[in-house]
């Protein structure tokens, strides 16, 4: 079988799709990664197969030249409604939300690498396009190679939510108020290349996800194949203190390792949190780019300051961990069973990742506009001495290791990606 992996050029996007393709690699299946020609050495570390395709996205150039949101103060309409119950997601704001961030997001990151992609599926006839939620280019060129397709999550499935809720709210509108903005976008894609429109190029034919059903959202549409979540942070080396046994009790603090270099900087002040949790019984380890570091004006005395070390490593040695609710981090210190303190950004799905496992009992969470070093030290010290957080967050790590390893899904998506062929 043929599979190719595509994405958008984002890291963070791509790497939790390694393991998967590493089952499939090893399981004799020819894999190659897709992506723009900015992810090339990320994707060339992890030992697959690159192609790159099209040109690079500008994303994030245009972002910092616009400002069409806060990314330290703003959630992304329409996901801030992701979380609220059916009867609570109104038609015009989901509506109003669509018609932003089809254009402003989803189009900007796909079409520079749309057609690309689309000759690389025709040429190449993969059995199998395996894309990340933002990467609609992976199912377009799916459908004009007659592949099946499949969605990898990243986290809470945001996407299939609002998608589902907005087609039963299309269904009830007027015949004349019916422009379904991603549905139109969508549609201009595949004429393109000759095909018509169906609703899996924005859902897929199936779905992959790492969540365990607890902290799955409600009211998706959609089939998913449960996969576990290997934590993988591409290139990893483990520093000498941390091959020793931790003298005290250690923390963790990381607060993204895209914030300064995407959203502009952090929730919060991580001066302000080292000075509140100086003279702390314990060691705080604190992931901090080298430029951040030089903004420190003082470092207390139980602070270790490392400009990057790999969560999967460090995890396992903390009693806690203080983080932004990014998906990776949240599912890294879960698989670990450490309890979370999170103060999510409010940009995407970091709340509603947070409401989620604080849900379950494993973390608390501190909304980012009350973030403030003292508050965090109050949080920190009670979810020390909280054992049934810390009993939360072990039956997540159950959950999560209960779920089907990655080579154990080979499998199911062979069986899927034959039954989709025959079906045409």
Request: hydrophobic share 45%.
């Amino acid at each position: 079988m043929r599979v190719l992996i595509a994405t958008v050029a984002e890291r963070t996007n791509f790497l939790g799709m390694v393991p998967l393709a590493w089952a499939l690699r090893t399981a004799g299946h020819e894999v190659r990664v897709a992506s723009q020609p900015r992810l090339t050495d990320v994707v060339a570390d992890t030992g697959l197969t690159m192609v790159p395709v099209g040109r690079d996205h500008d994303f994030w150039r245009v972002m910092r030249s616009h400002r069409f949101f806060d990314p330290l103060r703003d959630s992304v309409p329409p996901f801030d409604l992701a979380g609220l119950p059916d009867e609570e997601i109104a038609w015009e704001p989901l509506q109003s939300g669509y018609r932003q961030v089809v254009p402003w997001w989803w189009r900007m990151v796909n079409e520079p690498m749309l057609d690309d992609l689309t000759a690389l599926c025709r040429a190449w006839r993969p059995d199998l396009v395996i894309w990340e939620p933002s990467t609609f280019a992976g199912a377009v060129a799916a459908k004009a190679c007659g592949a099946a397709h499949a969605r990898f999550l990243w986290g809470v499935d945001v996407f299939a939510r609002l998608r589902h809720r907005y087609l039963r709210l299309l269904q009830a509108r007027p015949a004349g108020d019916r422009a379904d903005v991603l549905a139109g976008w969508l549609r201009a894609c595949a004429a393109r290349y000759g095909e018509t429109f169906s609703e899996d190029l924005t859902t897929g034919h199936f779905t992959l996800d790492c969540l365990p059903d607890e902290m799955r959202l409600p009211g998706t549409g959609v089939t998913y194949v449960p996969v576990r979540y290997v934590p993988y942070n591409g290139r990893a080396v483990v520093p000498a203190w941390l091959r020793r046994p931790p003298e005290r009790r250690r923390i963790c603090l990381t607060l993204g390792t895209s914030a300064t270099e995407r959203q502009g900087g952090y929730v919060l002040s991580v001066q302000d949190v080292l000075e509140a949790l100086d003279g702390l019984d314990a060691e705080i380890v604190v992931t901090l780019p080298d430029e951040e570091q030089r903004r420190l004006t003082r470092v207390p005395g139980n602070a270790r300051l490392v400009s990057y070390v790999p969560l999967h490593a460090l995890a396992p040695t903390c009693s806690a961990v203080i983080d932004h609710g990014g998906a990776g981090t949240v599912l890294t210190t879960l698989y670990y069973g450490v309890p979370q303190l999170v103060i999510p950004r409010p940009t995407f799905d970091e709340p509603l990742t947070a409401r989620q496992v604080t849900r379950e009992g494993a973390a608390r969470t501190i909304p980012s506009g009350q973030a403030t070093g003292e508050r965090v030290r109050a949080e920190l010290e009670a979810l020390l001495s909280d054992e049934e957080v810390r009993l939360g967050a072990e039956h997540l790590r159950r959950r999560l290791l209960d779920l089907p390893a990655p080579n154990d899904v080979v499998a199911v998506l062979e069986r899927l990606a034959a039954r989709r062929t025959l079906a045409g």
